[in-house]
Antibody
Framework: QVQLQESGPGLVRPSQTLSLTCTVS??????????WTWIRQHPERGLEWVGH???????HSNPSLGSRVTVSLDLSKNQFSLKLSSVTAADTAVYYC??????????????WGQGTLVSVSS | IVLTQSPATLSLFPGEGATLSCRAS??????LAWYQQKPGQAPRLLIY???TRATGIPARFSGSGSETDFTLTISSLEPEDFAVYYC????????FGGGTKVEIK
């Protein structure tokens, strides 16, 4: 079955760029039925959608994060990535990659990675 | 679109039924999902499109509602059901509710 796995540094310095990669196994990201998403969860708090990318390359990101978010695909590696620039302590969170279902109306997130904690600190 | 979940915490005995509420600040039609999250784990999709159970989800979980008011019902709590539950809508961009913690009484 399809599995997702996040990877990347667990510590990022303030003002630097957070970079994470999600490797998709057991299925291809070359699939119009799905889109590929980043969601984060601040410690002891709820969930916040960060951004997502479609197989076509179209991307969307959370307006509250402005232009700091870049989500992209690497079709050759069956991976997708997140870059979040100019980070502050407020960006400290567990980051999840997830698959979004583009077939049914809710476009729910049906498969999730295990999550990776990224701390922003000097 | 803001999703408001209530109550924040629900204290129940195993075997009891649970009713969780999710209210949207404007209509989301039927485009609402529910997730379960246990400590140290990623959320798991339970319900999408208001009432459709995801693959492998037991029948004791059911969803209902429309437009702005939605309910997740767990008919009889099993020990593994004590967790935090989130609702999520699609809208212009996805948002999640603040969560309801179902704890053992």
């Amino acid at each position: 079955q399809v599995q997702l796995q996040e990877s990347g540094p667990g510590l990022v310095r303030p003002s630097q760029t957070l970079s994470l990669t999600c490797t998709v196994s057991g299925g291809s990201i070359r699939n119009d039925d799905y889109y590929w998403t980043w969601i984060r969860q601040h410690p002891e708090r709820g969930l916040e959608w960060v951004g997502h990318v479609y197989y076509s390359g179209t991307t969307h990101s959370n307006p509250s994060l402005g232009s700091r978010v870049t989500v992209s695909l690497d079709l050759s590696k069956n991976q997708f990535s997140l870059k979040l620039s100019s980070v502050t302590a407020a960006d400290t969170a567990v980051y999840y990659c997830a698959r979004g279902d583009d077939v049914f109306g809710t476009e729910a997130f049906d498969i999730w990675g295990q999550g990776t904690l990224v701390s922003v600190s000097s | 679109i803001v999703l408001t979940q209530s109550p924040a915490t629900l204290s129940l005995f195993p075997g009891e039924g649970a009713t969780l509420s999710c209210r949207a600040s404007q209509s989301v039609r039927s485009y609402l999902a529910w997730y379960q999250q246990k400590p140290g784990q990623a959320p798991r999709l339970l319900i999408y499109d208001t009432s459709t159970r995801a693959t492998g989800i037991p029948a004791r979980f059911s969803g209902s509602g429309s437009e702005t008011d939605f309910t997740l019902t767990i008919s009889s709590l099993e020990p593994e059901d004590f967790a935090v539950y989130y609702c999520q809508q699609r809208g212009t961009w996805p948002t999640f509710g603040g969560g309801t913690k179902v704890e053992i009484k």
